[in-house]
Each structure stands twice: as C-alpha cells, then as structure tokens.
C-alpha cells in the first residue's frame, strides 16, 4: 500500500514492528466521522492513512462490527474509579 516500508519483510512480526506509514495531505474534504455523519469504516491495509470512507460501499461489514462492539459493550465492567 502506498506509505507503507516493505524494504524490511522478512517476516509478518518483523514487518509490522518496523511498519512504518506516510501519509501525504489529506484529500479536500476530509472524511468525517460523527454520530452527525454517521461511523466510518477503512481498509487499513489498502488505505493505511485512512482517507477513504468504505462504510457506505461495505454496509454489511459496518453493521456486523457496530454489531460485535454492541456485545462487547454488554461485558463490560464499569469503572471503579469516576472523576
């Protein structure tokens, strides 16, 4: 992917240990993830800088994880220690 350091893969844990990403300008507008605008979904191994928004061209896996995070919030364990 483009800003991504390949010159060091002799293996996947070496590889992501020295990854290293450079993003360029971001395009004009930026996306924009709100409760207004709705979640934002990315292909970080395609888009690792983040700037293109695959919620709207993948609903399903949007959904499924909005899915997976409402789970997991069923299990958490409240804080102890509120300000």
């Known amino acids: 992917p483009p800003g991504f350091d390949t010159s060091n893969q002799t293996s996947r844990a070496a590889t992501l240990k020295n990854a290293v990403v450079t993003c360029t300008k971001p395009p004009s507008p930026a996306v924009s993830c709100t409760k207004e605008a709705g979640p934002c979904l990315f292909d970080v191994e395609n888009d ?16 499924q994880m909005l899915q997976w995070l409402e789970e997991f919030k069923q299990t958490m364990v409240p804080p102890r220690n509120r300000p």
């Open 48 to 63: 690792p800088c983040e700037y293109v928004n695959q919620a709207k061209n993948n609903p399903n896996v949007l959904n």
